[in-house]
């Protein structure tokens, strides 16, 4: 399974645009990269999910370099409700082996 | 979307007590569903996945007969936690995947048990 690294801990001010990056440098061919918020005692919710380039939602968007071998999670305009820690995960959906956690990223917005 | 309940959301036992907690998918049919428990300030490991109508994988230094998983409908996978002792007190989450969302999992908002 891929090992995923993230920062620790990020502080921004809201309405700034939140940029989290991850490095999964052994990631494979059918690994996807996903994305989950998580705030405390509640379960991770899907933020986002994508396999190369660009893909964007409602609520982040997520870009890819060509070597896959790292990705990072843009938060566009962050509230304080965006306090969270965020998991990215790197596996094949596919497999029936289970994403694994790293250690996330635990983002606090400043107001 | 998808959503996945759990059940109870909070309870607390007395030590040497058994706790069963439940998860269901609700609006779909969870081919497969994972168990995790999540200590304070730490991220999610894995404890087993199960997979319905058949024994549960229990990830390694995971003790199968303290932690009965049984996933015997499509809907509903529980977790037993047998001699519960204080050290057991954790978040635990479930999550479900289907076949028709199969490359994204759902999770559940977790059970916190705590044991005196």
């Known amino acids: 399974l ?16 939140v940029n989290i990056t991850c490095s999964h440098n052994n990631i494979a061919t059918n690994d996807y990269i996903t994305w989950y918020q998580q705030f405390p005692s509640q379960g991770p919710r899907f933020i986002i999910q994508g396999y190369k380039t660009k893909v964007t939602n409602e609520v982040a968007s997520l870009f890819i370099p060509a070597d896959r071998k790292s990705s990072t999670l843009s938060l566009p305009r962050v509230s ?3 306090t969270a820690v965020y998991y990215c995960l790197v596996g094949d959906p596919g497999s029936a082996r289970q994403l694994t956690f790293g250690s996330g990223t635990q983002l606090t917005v400043l107001p | ?28 049919q969870a081919t497969t569903m994972f168990w995790y428990r999540q200590f304070p300030k730490q991220s999610l490991m894995l404890m087993a996945t199960s ?13 199968k007969d303290k932690f009965l998983i049984n996933h015997a409908s499509l809907t509903l996978s ?3 936690v047998t001699s ?11 999550s479900a995947r289907g076949l028709a ?10 059970t916190r048990l705590t044991v005196l």
């Open chain 1, 80 to 82: 304080l409700s965006d």
């Open chain 2, 84 to 94: 519960a002792h204080p050290e057991d007190s954790s978040f635990y989450i479930c």
């Open chain 1, 2 to 17: 891929a090992k995923t690294t993230q920062p620790v801990s990020m502080d921004s001010y809201e309405g700034q645009e």
């Open chain 2, 1 to 28: 979307g998808a959503v996945v309940s759990q059940h109870p959301s909070r309870v607390i036992c007395k030590s040497g007590t058994s706790v069963k907690i439940e998860c269901r998918s609700l609006d779909f």
């Open chain 2, 51 to 63: 997979n319905e109508g058949s024994k549960a994988t229990y990830e390694q230094g995971v003790e």
């Open chain 2, 78 to 80: 529980t977790l037993t």
């Open chain 2, 101 to 110: 969302n199969y490359n994204e999992q759902f999770f559940g908002p977790g």
